[in-house]
């Protein structure tokens, strides 16, 4: 019995110390996390409560970014900050606060955060690619190898122009088997501009029916959905998490295939490798590999060309296949204006000569129609995060060292200060009173300044000659039994149409 009473007492005692240090616990975690999440500066943009831990993901629907960043706008003003977990975040508003930070100060906002999801497909200190590269020497090595090999393959020069002309030759093919029967263009459009990228990159093109290029774009398709939403935001900022063996490979499953798939086409083009002639960017970048330490401290090492493949592929690809989508269903819904700029491809070009990038300066109103698709269709609403490269001020606001900045591009292409019809499809926008072409500076689709679109050249290409091509060859319109598609889109990194058929009746 006493035994019994001795235990007792000897447990409750126990449980009272736990309690104690449980609550002891509580408070240190608490005030730990209120010391990581107080602001010790003057002049820091303002911003909603911050929560204990979760600071202030619950303000951002992951899902549709932009539509929270707008109300958060009416709130706080074009300036404010968010805090995911820890880490601080100011989202910047409006043509004048993105320019100001992107063009006047440039390099104060090159910068990129250290995003922890990447790492299991290699993403590293040493290995960063292009897109999520700190700014730094490795950065601009890699840039500078990519921009001058792109333009030594041709960017801006006819023999690239001539491979986008014959891809939109064969993506007319495909349209035109059809017979006029309903279909979704996703699948065909996607085929085409990843076989400009591959083309880039690999050398090589794929059949519209090639089975692995059908799973390759689909590892990607997934790939963009993988990292929308609340988890990867949390896994970014709490990179613990992310770091739990083999969690990683089981969310992002799709990435890893999308990975495998890269790796297994450079393993195959290293193979047929000959240094004496240079096919393609991997070649090139092969070439570089070959010239020693100097170069391998540069960044040219196998890890980097894997990801500099995938960054080709991830940025090219996706962007400028839902770009030519938008622009099919605004035709679709506003017949008169794809009217008008097939009278203008008529006039100019004919219905037999193919484009080229030479007649774009005398269609004006084509190009503004491509413009306005740009800009009304927002693909990529909230851009790319960047980050402070030094402490710096913007509009009378500190904002240190290290802070994840986020460019709300959606609120800069929709400025109501800026455009006269912001949230119209309205391609006078980019037309003077005499119908000549004008782009006004809050054009940023491709955003601005230091890390600017590296495809922007490429995209611009892209766009007009799939477009002109495919409306010299085709009226598109809305098959009867369909209803009016949708226009607001749908996130995933971009902003995507939802699935729309059309029928392309050949002319
Ligand atoms: C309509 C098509 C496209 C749009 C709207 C677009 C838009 C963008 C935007 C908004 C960024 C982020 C810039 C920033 O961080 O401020 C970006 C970055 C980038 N884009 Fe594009 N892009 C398009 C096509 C392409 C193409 C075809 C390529 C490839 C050849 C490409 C390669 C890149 C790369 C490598 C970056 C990262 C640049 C860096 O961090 O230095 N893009 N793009």
């Known amino acids: 019995m006493a035994l019994f009473l001795w235990l007792g007492s000897q447990l409750s005692s126990l449980w009272s110390n736990i309690s104690v240090l449980g609550v002891f616990l509580t408070v240190f975690t608490l005030l730990l996390d209120f010391m990581k999440r107080r602001k010790k500066w003057s002049h820091y943009p303002p911003g909603p409560v911050s929560l204990p831990f979760i600071g202030t993901m619950l303000s951002v629907d992951f899902h549709n970014p932009a539509h929270s960043f707008k109300q958060l706008q009416k709130k706080f003003g074009n300036i404010y900050n968010l805090q995911n977990c820890w880490t601080n975040v100011v989202v910047l508003n409006g043509y004048k606060a993105v320019k100001e930070a992107l063009v006047h100060k440039s390099e104060d906002f090159a910068d990129r955060p250290y995003l922890p999801i990447y790492e299991h497909l290699g993403y590293g200190k040493k290995s960063e690619g292009i897109v999520l590269a700190r700014y730094g020497h490795g950065w601009k090595e890699l840039r500078k190898f990519t921009l001058s ?72 398709e997934n790939f963009l959905k993988e990292e929308t939403g609340f988890l990867p935001q949390l896994l970014n900022v709490v990179p613990v998490l992310v770091r739990i063996p083999g969690l990683a490979q089981k969310i992002f499953q799709s990435q890893k295939a999308f990975m495998d798939f890269i790796d297994v086409l450079i393993d195959k083009h290293r193979e047929t490798w000959n240094p004496a002639y240079t096919r393609d960017l991997t070649d090139a970048f092969l070439k570089e590999m070959e010239k020693g330490k100097e170069a391998e401290e540069n960044g040219f ?14 940025a090219g690809s996706e962007t400028t296949t839902t770009t030519l989508r938008w622009a099919l269903l605004y035709m679709l819904l506003h017949p008169e204006i794809q009217s008008k700029v097939q009278a203008e491809i008529d006039k100019v070009i004919g219905r037999e000569r193919p484009p080229t990038m030479k007649d774009q300066v005398s269609m004006p109103y084509t190009n503004a129609v491509i413009h306005e698709v740009q800009r009304y269709g927002d693909i990529i609403p909230v851009g790319l995060p960047h980050m402070t490269y030094r402490d710096t001020e913007l509009q009378g606001f500190f904002i240190p060292k290290g802070t994840t900045i986020i460019t709300n591009l959606s609120s800069v292409l929709k400025d109501e200060t800026v455009w006269e019809k912001p949230n119209e499809f309205y391609p006078e926008h980019f037309l003077d009173v005499n119908g000549q072409f004008v782009k006004p500076d809050a054009f940023l689709p491709f955003s601005a300044g230091r890390r600017v679109c590296l495809g922007e050249q490429l995209a611009r290409m892209e766009l007009f000659l799939f477009f002109t091509t495919l409306l010299q060859k085709f009226t598109f319109v809305l098959p009867e039994d369909q209803p009016r598609p949708r226009e ?19 002319r």
Do not use: W
């Open 149 to 220: 090999t792109l333009r030594n393959f041709g960017m801006g020069k006819k023999s690239l122009e001539e491979r986008v002309v014959e891809e939109a030759g064969f993506l007319c093919s495909t349209f035109k088997s059809k017979e006029g029967h309903s279909f979704n263009v996703h699948a065909p459009v996607n085929n085409a501009v990843c076989n400009v990228i591959c083309t880039i990159v690999f050398g090589e093109r794929f059949d519209y029916n090639d089975e692995t290029f059908h799973k390759l774009l689909s590892f990607f």
């Open 301 to 314: 090492h196998y890890n980097n060309l894997r990801l500099v493949a995938a960054d080709l592929f991830g």
């Open 488 to 506: 607001d889109g749908h996130f995933a990194l971009t902003n995507s149409p939802h699935p729309y058929l059309l029928q392309a009746v050949p």
